[in-house]
């Protein structure tokens, strides 16, 4: 019984080394993929083409829309609310 009981744990032991070596393999590729992309965005100039932007960052501010007044329109005034 007790040969049994310390066969599980050495198993439990190396099941526990093996997840933690993939765990720290995972997360030291991720964090090499992520510097490789920050540097290459740090490194690139080129501007981003207007053409494939969205309308809404492509447009100047206050250019899309309608433009009001600083008055309400007369339409809102011309009668009273039923």
Known sequence: MAD????EE????REKAALQRA???I???YREEREQRAAETRDS????DSTTMPKSVRELP????PQGGGEPSAEAHSAPAN
């Open 45 to 48: 100039d080129a501007q981003t």
């Open 27 to 29: 997360a030291l590729r």
């Open 23 to 25: 765990q720290d393999r």
């Open 4 to 7: 049994k009981r310390a066969l």
């Open 62 to 65: 206050r250019s899309a829309g």
């Open 10 to 13: 050495v198993q439990l032991q």
